[in-house]
């Protein structure tokens, strides 16, 4: 089982750049992909970035592809998104999520643990 905690969301002006970290507790973080969703005010929560167990293998959903970037650090037991060239359009409550196997995935019904979220708000 791992627990995750959320950090580094904020207010930003559109075109401005947000880092989130995820802090994942356990000894078997690098057992599992990771991934990153967002859910906007009165919207599904949507996929947004996927990163496999040695970070070797990456997906991004479209609306998010050359701006965004999903990394993590298995030493440290950390995930990141570092965010660039902020629209509006992404404010979202941001959440990390664990799943139980090492290839990446978009599918969020695929992710078994999650964490509280980190609010983004981009303003224009």
């Known amino acids: 089982q791992v627990q995750l905690v959320e950090s580094g969301g904020g207010l930003v002006q559109a075109g401005g750049s947000l880092r989130l970290s995820c802090a994942a507790s356990?000894?078997?973080?690098?057992?599992?992909?990771m991934g990153w969703f967002r859910q906007a005010p009165g919207k599904e929560r949507e996929f947004v970035a996927t990163i496999s167990w040695s970070g070797g293998s990456t997906d991004y959903a479209d609306s998010v592809k050359g701006r965004f970037t999903i990394s993590r650090d298995n030493a440290k037991n950390m995930l990141y998104l570092q965010m660039n060239s902020l629209k509006p359009e992404d404010t979202a409550v941001y959440y990390c999520?664990?799943?139980?196997?090492?290839?990446?995935?978009?599918?969020?019904?695929?992710?078994?643990?999650w964490g509280q979220g980190t609010q983004v708000t981009v303003s224009s």
């Open positions: 999520a664990a799943r139980n196997a090492i290839l990446i995935s978009a599918r969020s019904r695929e992710y078994a643990y």
């Open positions: 356990g000894r078997t973080f690098s057992r599992y992909a």
